[in-house]
């Protein structure tokens, strides 16, 4: 549908049509209210495109400890999700509830795992030690050399692409208007009221809208008046999908190197890097070979494997390297990105915390962490239309 004028006027209007724009549009609507989508190109195109679907709570790092109860919330959130998505657009998500399972390689991995799995159980996630024999029992792909292994048995996959699309279609279905090829300039404030945000200002019109939802990944801050609340910046991750049809993998497989994941059609990816190279989306030599040889010392009957595809996407980083969720300083203004590696996990409890934020002005998450007011920003200049 192209956007005019006479369609003006929503409840609210987010920018932005990936997963997460796509996710609160359709939890809005559902709602009840009246929800416009602003995307300027074709809807679900870019790191939803992109990435990988693991849905795993596990950090990967401990920079990433604080991400760990909002992604749990969410992978509860899930199951649930899928099957509302699904029946509503009418649409597979290709949804694998099937667990991960990590390898490791190293000389010290006994004491590695009794590490990682305390650290597992700390967190409250659920994680398994498993020797070398029983994890190839479970996956017969995994190379002879692993020493030990980390079964998380809650943990899950989806399909990404499959999920974005449904996602929108089921937003679509429940009511909301999702607007393709427009570009948002800024947010507008309220003649007379420069706390208050008023809609988007988009290159071909104006939407006015009672609240506003940033949601447009690592561009957000191209979105004058949201760089504030939204400093994020792209994180490059390049991707490559392997088919090898006498190699069965069931589970996501973790090294510390590489992660590999099936897919329902028969498609393994191998993944990611991550790169600071600006909004660069070229697949390249060196990193391509470093997640083949990654791939292949995980389950080295990937040697044999096809190359089907090749891509890169970028993801929305903060500073800190944690979401950025919630109501700014500017009444009816709220953000929703920064969600880095996990943005395909966080959709379901980022939808369900903007909802609750719009309706009831409390959510049912710690949040605190996460808020767009972090960065230290005042909202004393006025940079919008
Ligand atoms: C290689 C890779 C692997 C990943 N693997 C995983 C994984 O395994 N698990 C996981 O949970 N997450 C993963 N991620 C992260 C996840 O993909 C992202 O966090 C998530 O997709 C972010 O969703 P989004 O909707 O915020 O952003 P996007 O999908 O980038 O959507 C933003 C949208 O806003 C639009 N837009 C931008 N500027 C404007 C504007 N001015 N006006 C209108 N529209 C605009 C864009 O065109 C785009 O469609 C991965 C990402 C990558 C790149």
């Given at each position: 549908m192209r956007y005019?004028?006479?369609?003006k006027?929503?409840?609210?209007?987010i920018?932005?049509?990936?997963l997460?724009?796509?996710a609160?549009?359709?939890?809005?609507a559902?709602?009840?209210?009246?929800?416009g989508?602003?995307?300027?190109?074709e809807?679900?195109?870019?790191?939803?495109w992109?990435g990988?679907g693991?849905l795993s709570?596990a950090p990967?790092?401990?920079g990433?400890?604080?991400t760990?109860p909002?992604?749990k919330?969410?992978?509860?959130l899930?199951?649930?999700?899928?099957?509302?998505?699904e029946e509503?657009?009418g649409q597979?998500a290709g949804?694998?509830?099937?667990?991960?399972?990590?390898?490791?390689?190293?000389?010290?991995?006994?004491e590695?795992l009794?590490t990682?799995i305390?650290v597992?159980?700390g967190?409250g996630?659920?994680?398994e030690?498993?020797?070398a024999?029983?994890?190839?029992?479970?996956?017969p792909a995994l190379?002879?050399?692993m020493?030990a292994g980390?079964l998380?048995?809650?943990e899950?996959?989806?399909?990404?692409r499959?999920l974005t699309?449904?996602?929108?279609?089921?937003?679509?279905?429940?009511?909301?208007?999702?607007f393709?090829?427009?570009?948002v300039?800024?947010?507008c404030r309220e003649?007379g009221r420069?706390?208050r945000?008023?809609?988007?200002?988009?290159?071909?019109?104006?939407v006015?809208?009672?609240?506003?939802?940033?949601a447009?990944?690592?561009?957000s801050p191209e979105?004058?008046?949201a760089?504030?609340?939204a400093?994020?910046?792209?994180?490059?991750?390049?991707?490559?999908?392997?088919?090898?049809d006498?190699?069965?993998i069931e589970?996501v497989l973790w090294?510390e190197r590489?992660y590999l994941?099936?897919r329902?059609?028969?498609?393994i990816?191998?993944?990611?890097?991550?790169?600071?190279?600006?909004?660069?989306k070229?697949?390249?030599a060196g990193?391509?070979e470093?997640?083949l040889?990654a791939a292949?010392e995980?389950a080295p009957?990937?040697?044999?494997?096809r190359i089907?595809e090749m891509?890169a996407?970028l993801?929305?980083d903060s500073?800190?390297?944690?979401?950025?969720?919630?109501?700014?300083?500017?009444?009816?203004l709220?953000?929703a990105?920064?969600?880095f590696r996990?943005?395909?996990?966080?959709?379901?409890v980022?939808a369900k915390?903007?909802r609750e934020?719009i309706?009831?002005?409390?959510?049912?998450?710690?949040?605190?962490r996460?808020?767009?007011?972090?960065?230290?920003t005042?909202?004393?200049r006025?940079?919008?239309a």
């Amino acid at each position: 549908m192209r956007y005019h004028d006479s369609m003006k006027k929503f409840d609210v209007a987010i920018a932005g049509g990936g997963l997460i724009g796509g996710a609160i549009a359709l939890e809005l609507a559902r709602s009840g209210l009246h929800v416009g989508v602003f995307e300027r190109q074709e809807p679900g195109q870019e790191a939803s495109w992109a990435g990988a679907g693991i849905l795993s709570p596990a950090p990967e790092n401990p920079g990433m400890i604080p991400t760990v109860p909002l992604c749990k919330a969410s992978l509860e959130l899930y199951p649930k999700f899928v099957a509302e998505v699904e029946e509503i657009s009418g649409q597979n998500a290709g949804f694998r509830p099937k667990g991960t399972l990590e390898a490791l390689f190293s000389r010290n991995a006994r004491e590695e795992l009794s590490t990682l799995i305390a650290v597992h159980h700390g967190l409250g996630l659920k994680a398994e030690a498993i020797r070398a024999e029983d994890a190839r029992e479970l996956e017969p792909a995994l190379s002879e050399e692993m020493e030990a292994g980390i079964l998380r048995p809650d943990e899950a996959s989806v399909d990404n692409r499959a999920l974005t699309k449904a996602v929108l279609e089921a937003a679509r279905r429940s009511g909301a208007e999702i607007f393709p090829d427009c570009i948002v300039e800024a947010i507008c404030r309220e003649e007379g009221r420069e706390n208050r945000c008023a809609g988007l200002l988009l290159k071909n019109g104006r939407v006015e809208a009672r609240w506003t939802v940033v949601a447009a990944g690592c561009f957000s801050p191209e979105i004058r008046g949201a760089e504030r609340y939204a400093p994020v910046s792209p994180a490059k991750g390049q991707m490559i999908a392997l088919r090898a049809d006498e190699l069965k993998i069931e589970r996501v497989l973790w090294s510390e190197r590489i992660y590999l994941v099936p897919r329902n059609d028969g498609r393994i990816l191998a993944g990611a890097t991550i790169e600071y190279v600006g909004f660069d989306k070229e697949t390249t030599a060196g990193s391509i070979e470093k997640i083949l040889s990654a791939a292949i010392e995980l389950a080295p009957g990937l040697a044999g494997a096809r190359i089907e595809e090749m891509w890169a996407g970028l993801r929305p980083d903060s500073p800190d390297h944690l979401p950025i969720l919630g109501p700014t300083d500017l009444d009816g203004l709220l953000i929703a990105t920064g969600h880095f590696r996990s943005g395909i996990l966080l959709a379901p409890v980022t939808a369900k915390l903007i909802r609750e934020w719009i309706g009831e002005e409390r959510v049912s998450v710690e949040w605190e962490r996460f808020s767009p007011l972090r960065f230290g920003t005042q909202s004393t200049r006025r940079t919008t239309a």
